[in-house]
């Protein structure tokens, strides 16, 4: 059995049972974009997400797309990258502290960081500086491994 699509499907039931406990529903259009979203881990365009959904969904619109990715965004299931306009699903869960995204500017991989420790001092130094976090994104600019070792 190949574990990449075991893995997906585990976290498809487990946002499903994410979205009950919040009485909200993980619909099918949901539950597609949301597995595409877990099958780009480098980030998707709202726009290429349109694409693949009308491999399967042709009747596919943009507000289709915007809808279920504000839902997944709302829902703690998805982030927006807003330098580069991606969205990315949430591989974590842990909603208590900003999620960090290590972007790299040379391929443009995005990797979710999880370090609550770096989220908590970050939030701890702003306060004390009397500023707070716009977003719960924080996106740094950070060379990937691979492009590190090119």
Partial sequence: MNTELCDESQALERA???C???GA?????RREVLALLYRTPKGIKAYDLLEQMRQSRGNASPPT????LDFLIEHGLAHKIGRMN???ACRHGNHSAPSLFLVCPKCNAVTELEDANVATTLCASLAATGHRLDSPEVEISAVCPQCAGN
């Fill in 16 to 18: 499903a049972s994410h």
């Fill in 20 to 22: 009950r406990q919040q």
């Fill in 25 to 29: 529903s993980l619909t099918a259009i």
């Fill in 65 to 68: 797309i915007y809808r279920a």
């Fill in 86 to 88: 991606l969205f990315v």
